[in-house]
């Protein structure tokens, strides 16, 4: 290796689950960040919404984008981070192309999108997309209307999971 001006180095876990690599990395700076370094660890936004660097995983990412449309959810279920990193209120933070530009499979990473206010205008980017959309996280059965639904219909889903993890945070 030669001598790097800067390394960044990210992990989502914590060093139980995810050890670091051994220092030195014959850099002059190590920037840490993600999950597994602290909750506080926020991009700027001008990284946040940059279109990603789709090239760096060809085998990942030949016919496959992969992003968020919303951040936070309201649940702050016990083994979820998200609450404490993201917040308690499910938002949206970005429109479908700033990470999207026609593949044909999104693998959608949003923590709690029918929770959003804004939900039934991003389901229907999704469906506008005609890409095959794997919803990766849990979808709120709580915050199911028709309306949201009947916009779901209409997104081609590759995989959906729907989640329901605690009875005491159901209105019924």
Request: aromatic share 12%; glycine share 6%; hydrophobic share 35%.
């Amino acid at each position: 290796f030669s001598e790097y001006d800067r390394v960044y180095m990210s992990k989502v876990f914590d060093e139980t689950y995810t050890p670091d690599i051994p220092e030195p990395l014959n850099t002059k700076e190590i920037v840490k960040g993600g999950t597994g370094y602290g909750l506080d660890n926020i991009l700027p936004d001008e990284i946040e919404h940059i279109y990603p660097d789709y090239s760096l995983y060809p085998e990942l990412t030949k016919d496959t984008a992969y992003g968020f449309l919303t951040r936070g959810c309201p649940r702050h279920c016990s083994f979820c981070i998200v609450g404490d990193k993201e917040g308690l209120r499910s938002r949206k933070v970005a429109e479908l192309n700033e990470w999207w530009s026609g593949q044909k499979n999104i693998k959608l990473l949003d923590p709690n999108i029918t929770a959003c206010p804004d939900c039934i205008e991003l389901l229907h980017q999704l469906a506008g997309s005609k890409a095959w959309v794997d919803f990766t996280q849990g979808v709120d059965a709580r915050c199911l209307t028709p309306d949201i639904i009947t916009a779901l219909n209409n997104v081609k889903i590759k995989m959906i999971h729907f989640a329901w993890d605690f009875m005491e945070q159901s209105d019924a």
